[in-house]
């Protein structure tokens, strides 16, 4: 991540903008980050994960119970000799 102060910012839009659809490009503000600048894209990406996390505390117990039990699958022969 790039950061610059906001008045670069503002001198530099168009290079800069150009730079945030690489990389975050974070705008600070008297020392401290202040704005995050990324493209289109990584805002649709990080849009999409919304309400997809969630906390464990928030779990009913039989979910809870559920991953307690889970097991992670055996990986087979064939899985094995093609890495």
């Given amino acids: 991540m790039v950061r610059v102060t906001a008045s670069e910012f503002q001198r530099s839009f168009g290079k800069l903008s150009d730079r945030a659809l690489r990389e ?4 600070t503000k008297q020392g401290r980050d202040h704005l995050v600048l990324v493209s289109a894209e990584e805002y649709a990406r990080l849009k999409r994960r919304d309400g997809k996390v969630g906390l464990a505390g928030e779990l009913s117990e039989e979910w809870l ?3 307690r039990a889970a097991e992670a699958p055996r990986k087979r022969r064939a899985d094995r000799r093609s890495r």
């Fill in 65 to 67: 119970s559920a991953v």
């Fill in 24 to 27: 975050t490009v974070a705008i």
